[in-house]
């Protein structure tokens, strides 16, 4: 396994930064798109020397998840609350708290606080 360094933003602001152990070669980086506004609002970019990114259609900070998806919260990046298929989750593992810089997860608690009544 290579590590890789991988950034986090929100928006166009850096939040954070951690190095991840990959069993891949070319790690694919992702980026989050809001289908309500259009906005990429979240990425997290692998510092390779090749990499893809996958785009991922989810609710910004500022929309409401769509009826199909009632386990999402808004503006959320974090992918390991849930079980999901092991094929799917393989290309989400940078999303996990384990790998998460402490800013982000920060941020993450904070959404979530919102959310509570």
């Not at 694919?28 to 893809?52: H, K, M, N, P």
Request: charged letters at 20%; hydrophobic letters at 45%.
């Amino acid at each position: 396994m290579k590590d890789f360094t991988v950034q986090y933003f929100i928006n166009n602001a850096l939040i954070g930064q951690s190095t991840i152990p990959s069993p891949f070669p070319y790690p694919e980086s992702i980026c989050f798109f809001c289908r309500d506004c259009g906005d990429i609002w979240g990425r997290v970019w692998f510092l390779a020397d090749q990499t893809y990114f996958r785009v991922v259609t989810a609710a910004c900070d500022r929309h409401k998840a769509g009826p199909w998806d009632f386990i999402s919260l808004p503006g959320s990046m974090i992918e390991d609350l849930f079980p999901r298929a092991l094929e799917e989750r393989a290309a989400f593992w940078p999303l996990t708290v384990t790998y998460m810089p402490p800013a982000m997860l920060k941020r993450e608690v904070q959404l979530l606080l919102r959310k509570l009544p």
